[in-house]
């Protein structure tokens, strides 16, 4: 395991982050169990994993019990909470109570205090905002954030699924009045999923973002589950949710068949091939993993060291490459670089240009 800053911080964490939604202390038919959770949890840290990801809402997001993972979690860091950077998100709510939920310091005041009760724990080293409501004031939010520094309840603060205006909005208005600037974005992003390469990546690589991606496997159509190339085969089912959320899509089967012919090329799992593409993009890109069982994680850890070919990079380029709309579709035709240039552009010095492919 290596280990990265977060963003514009020194905050050291490991180049993968464990996602714990599964984590429950609830009986249910695609969680993970007490028990399966701590092996998932042991399996991660032996092999030098520190950060972990969490919500109040994960561990029963639709049974009406809010901040299930968060007391498994406790169990399991009660031993030793200082090594592990622990991160948690406030915003959903499984209740009908409508103060709490949404974006509101009062949301967020709820929320943290009722998170580190579960945890049993005084702070969290990571608060992530888990989606935008659109109506809260972005000064609200940080003017909340601030009062929870202040008071030792968080020590950095970020944003989860929120549109990349939002985001430098709040960055620029934390560093012209001296608060406490968010340091990463959290969005979906893996091969089958790259249109946060429109904006959200470029804005976190301009502003020193680090970037946490969360579906790095996309629902597991990553690893061969439902292209076939582990005999498993099955039906889509992902229960996260996804800018692709319906049916298993022809593009994202594209991607994954393209991935298991790289895969079956390199000798390695699918999973192991499409979070070393993950880590090689530009910026700190953390994936999080999450599992149900503990020899899925494995399989997961033990690609750490994989180092794709160009060839191969190029391959997956092709393959999942996305749309890029309006304006970068047209920043990048021939025609306005020839005119924004005077015919220049392969003649002009571009080491300031921002790496992903928008771009």
Known sequence: MRY???GASGLRVSEIALGAMTF???DLSWGASPEQSRAIFHAFADA???FIDTASIYGDMFGGEDHSSERVLADLLAGDREHFVLATKYTSSNTTDVSRSGNSVKSMRQSIDASLRALRTDYVDVLWLHMWDGT????EVLRGVQQLVSAGKILYFGFSDTPAWVVSHAVALARARGWTPPIAVQ???SLAERTAERELLPMAEALDLGILAWGPLAGGVLTGKYTGTDGRGGRYGNMAF???VGPLDEHRLRVGRALDGVAAKLGHPASQVALAWLRNRPGVVIPIVGARQPDQLTENLAGLDLVLPDESLAELEAASAPALGFPEAFLAHE???SFRTSGHYDAIDNHRALHYPAR
């Open 48 to 50: 030098g994993g520190t």
């Open 187 to 189: 969005v979906e992003y």
């Open 24 to 26: 429950s202390d609830r």
């Open 4 to 6: 990265r800053l977060l």
């Open 136 to 139: 809260t004031p972005v000064e």
């Open 242 to 244: 996804s800018a692709k």
């Open 335 to 337: 025609l306005a670089r």
